[in-house]
């Protein structure tokens, strides 16, 4: 989400001129859309957490002090709203449900990952077959570069929390990479 | 692809290779009509729950008064309410305890309020029509089950009109 923002365009905005803010939606929905799908997997839930997040830029526009890029405000608006998704009660309560549910099945999600061309469709697949946390979790330090610490900060969870996730994260991927026969036992496509 | 997963970057190195969205999922009219309706939806169930709560405090208020069996202010009790009547919930009071009670508000409240003037001409409807639907019936020789279901509503609405009088008689005598 580096995709840089003109300092008039930005201003214009901030003053409300709506051409100014459609410029800035094109430039910015996209990262913010595949931004918040990493986060929390699924399609439509993060087109809702896309909305909710657009409307918080807009609202907030005029108290952007530009010490960061725009992008990278955004960016911080879009992952308070999918920690605060993943940190509600109702959404805890439904992971539980749903991960007792798949207890040595096949995560149903799989098959509703777009179907990305070339070789980024396996870790698509892999990716999605996460717990939603553990997702958030390995995509907060892996790419986003936050430490346990932070990410402990952030889900409001103890620093082995975010070190348990994350390593059990990475056992399940790897166990998708390796093991072919585990795979094939699980796709359904 | 077999990538080596354990440390941090090769990773983050393939997620963050990942392709991106191409296009935002709709354009800005599209996201500026579901935030309007956003918005608008919001507004009204603010507005409905501000009413909501009002409307509970005031049920609230006429209950209390009601189980705490509190006397009717010095002019209510030296005018209207002059005959022995037991402060029963009126869901549970016998139709003509109620009749009766009803009988004995003032006929017009010194102070009317819209609302609850139309509260109780609704009720007064709907009491009435029943009683043609009672007449009717009983012309008829209908199911006693009919009968009584039709009993039922009307002690029901008799006993919702109880409260709402009785509400609106405190209310004039706190003026």
Known sequence: MDTAVPDEVLARACLGDETAREAIYRTLAPATLTFIRRMVGQRALAEDIFQDTMMALYERLPQFRREAPLGAWLRQIALNRCLMYLRSPWQRARMRLESSELAGGCAPNMLAVPGYRGESIDLERALATLAPTARAVVWMFEVEGYSHEEIARAFGRSVSFSKSQLARAHARLRAWFEPQEIRQSCTLI | ?175
């Open chain 2, 1 to 175: 692809m077999h990538p080596d997963l354990a440390p941090r970057g090769p990773l983050g190195r393939l997620l963050r290779a990942l392709p991106e969205e191409a296009q935002p999922p709709y354009d800005f009219h599209e996201f500026r009509r579901r935030a309007a309706a956003q918005m608008e939806t919001a507004h009204s169930s603010r507005k409905g729950h501000l009413l909501a709560t009002a409307a509970s405090i005031a049920v609230l208020a006429v209950v209390l008064l009601l189980r705490l069996g509190l006397s009717p202010s010095p002019r209510i009790a030296s005018g209207a309410l002059t005959a022995p009547v037991v402060v029963t919930p009126a869901g549970s009071a016998r139709p003509e305890v109620m009749e009766r009670w009803l009988a004995g508000f003032p006929e017009d409240p010194a102070l009317v309020r819209v609302g609850t003037r139309a509260a109780v001409t609704g009720l007064e409807d709907r009491i009435a029509q029943l009683d043609d639907l009672l007449s009717a019936a009983r012309l008829e020789r209908a199911q006693r089950a009919r009968l009584d279901a039709l009993q039922q509503e009307r002690t029901r609405l008799l006993g919702a009109l109880v409260q709402v009088r009785y509400a609106e008689t405190l209310a004039d005598a706190a003026q």
